[in-house]
């Protein structure tokens, strides 16, 4: 789906994000109200911009972005 972060798309889905990480639902729910980076909504979906989502995973497991 997507070779590098240059790929992925400047706003990013909840389906998208646990693509990325390779979890199920209930985990991402789990991070994505965990309140460790914004999220916001449109209508009744969830979306991450791409920037803070890549700095909270950067920054969860020491490497620098």
Known sequence: M????EDLPFILTKEEIQTILRVGDNTTYKI???GEFPVFYV???IRILKNEFLKWLYEKNGIAS
């Open 32 to 34: 994505i109200n965990s």
């Open 43 to 45: 209508g009744k979906q």
């Open 2 to 5: 997507y070779k590098n972060e």
